[in-house]
């Protein structure tokens, strides 16, 4: 099985702030990878498919990087309506999910 | 627009069974491969089961393998999740997700459904 690991688990921050969220899977995954954004009692929503691919209709101050194990999900400026919890999701082979960086405010 | 709704839950007792089901609606149902996925109080997203666009395929996690099966019935738009033998550590609210056009990640969740299972 591919384990995905995110770090930090919890990062504090203000608006305004350039934040940045990492993935390692634990074998090459090539680009097959998501990042997902979800606030309490709601499901989570597409941010970034293909490693760099953004969804429609998601700002353009979220943007991917990586390929093969380590990966990355940046916002550029830091927005109230961004403070909530981030997946990573790889789909390699089959489908697994990190643990979660939950972005609160500082 | 695209939705999906998710129904069933509720309490149930461990070893017990359940069905779950996610009614689809604003996209050509039979395009799409379909998920379950779940997340337990207060813990991260489970993927746990995929069937593919026709139903003629379908994989698992380990975690719920030879207990869940999951089907889909194209002529009604809707997606299953038949849950059997369910323990306490089952205990989540259970999402369904649509994959996107051409692209394994997930571009539509329903709003997801808690099943407690407890005595």
């Known amino acids: 099985d591919i384990q995905m690991t995110q770090s930090p688990s919890t990062l504090s921050a203000s608006v305004g702030d350039r934040v940045t969220i990492t993935c390692r899977a634990s074998q090459s995954i090539s680009s097959w990878l998501a990042w997902y954004q979800q606030k309490p009692g709601k499901a989570p929503k597409l941010l970034i498919y293909k490693a760099s691919s953004l969804e429609s209709g998601v700002p353009s101050r979220f943007s991917g990087r990586g390929s093969g194990t380590e990966f990355t999900l940046t916002i550029s400026s830091l927005q109230p309506d961004d403070f909530a919890t981030y997946y990573c999701?790889?789909?390699?082979?089959?489908?697994?999910f990190g643990q979660g960086t939950k972005v609160e405010i500082k | 627009q695209v939705q999906l709704v998710e129904s069933g839950g509720g309490v149930v007792q461990p070893g017990m069974s359940l069905r779950l089901s996610c009614a689809a609606s604003g996209f050509t149902f039979n395009y799409y491969a379909l998920h379950w996925v779940r997340q337990a109080p207060g813990k991260g997203l489970e993927w746990l089961a995929v069937i593919s666009y026709d139903g003629n395929n379908e994989y698992y996690a380990d975690s719920v393998k030879g207990r869940f099966t999951i089907s889909r019935d194209n002529s009604k738009n809707t997606l299953y999740l038949q849950m059997t033998s369910l323990r306490a550590e089952d205990t989540a609210v259970y999402f369904c997700?649509?994959?996107?056009?051409?692209?394994?990640?997930?571009?539509?969740w329903g709003q997801g459904t808690l099943v407690t299972v407890s005595s």
């Open positions: 997700a649509k994959e996107g056009s051409g692209n394994p990640s997930f571009d539509y």
């Open positions: 999701q790889q789909y390699d082979r089959y489908w697994t």
